[in-house]
């Protein structure tokens, strides 16, 4: 199976600050990395696709980069409304994987 | 309008079976990737299973043997039967189906879950 290592596992930050986490695979997984949004209680949004794509309507300071075993998501200015889980999801290989998440909040 | 409710979930005691329902509207559950993906309570997402627009499917380990996912072409329905249900099934269980502007297996549309407890 391949591992999705994300980190940090938890960060805050202030509003209008500029966010980046990793995700790294234990294999190439060439751009077949997700990464989506979770808030509390709350299902999982698709934010960016194939490494990265903004998913339509997604707004733009969100942004995903990488290939093979490593990616990197930014957020360009933080807003409130950002704060939630976030997770990559690799599907390079059955079964398909999800790191285990990072945790963002305000400062 | 792309919609999935599911339908199923509850308390059930530890080696008994249920039957989660994921109804699909908006597009055809037969043409897409439709997916299982489950979160323990505090945890982070699991992905159980899947099925493609081909009929293919797959399962995750900690499930196989154990729970089968399937469709009704007729009703426009995702299921997941779960069988020999464990402690650490507990969950809420979301489907969801494939974003098509993608190569494969990702979602961009979610139901709102449906929480399995399994207890005695």
């Known amino acids: 199976d391949i591992q999705m290592t994300q980190s940090p596992s938890s960060l805050s930050a202030s509003v209008g600050d500029r966010v980046t986490f990793t995700c790294q695979a234990s294999?190439?997984?060439?751009?077949?990395l997700n990464w989506y949004q979770q808030k509390p209680g709350k299902a999982p949004k698709l934010l960016i696709y194939?490494?990265?794509n903004l998913e339509t309507g997604v707004p733009s300071r969100f942004s995903g980069s990488g290939s093979g075993t490593d990616f990197t998501f930014t957020i360009s200015s933080l807003q409130p409304e950002d704060i939630a889980t976030y997770y990559c999801?690799?599907?390079?290989?059955?079964?398909?994987?999800f790191g285990q998440g990072t945790r963002l909040d305000i400062k | 309008e792309v919609q999935l409710v599911e339908s199923g979930g509850g308390l059930i005691q530890p080696g008994g079976s249920l039957r989660l329902s994921c109804a699909a509207s908006?597009?055809?559950?037969?043409?897409?990737?439709m997916t299982w993906v489950r979160q323990a309570p505090g945890k982070g997402l699991e992905w159980v299973s899947v099925?493609?627009?081909?009929?293919?499917?797959f399962h995750a380990e900690s499930v196989q043997g154990r729970f089968i996912i399937s469709r009704d072409n007729s009703k426009n329905t995702l299921y997941l039967q779960m069988n020999s249900l464990r402690a650490e099934d507990t969950a809420v269980y979301y489907c969801?189906?494939?974003?098509?502007?993608?190569?494969?297996?990702?979602?961009?549309?979610w139901g709102q879950g449906t929480l399995v407890t399994v207890s005695s």
């Open positions: 194939d490494a990265s």
């Open positions: 969801a189906k494939d974003q098509t502007s993608c190569g494969g297996d990702c979602y961009g549309f």
């Open positions: 294999q190439d997984i060439n751009n077949y």
């Open positions: 999801q690799q599907y390079e290989n059955v079964p398909i994987t």
């Open positions: 908006g597009f055809t559950v037969s043409s897409s990737y």
């Open positions: 099925i493609y627009a081909g009929g293919t499917t």
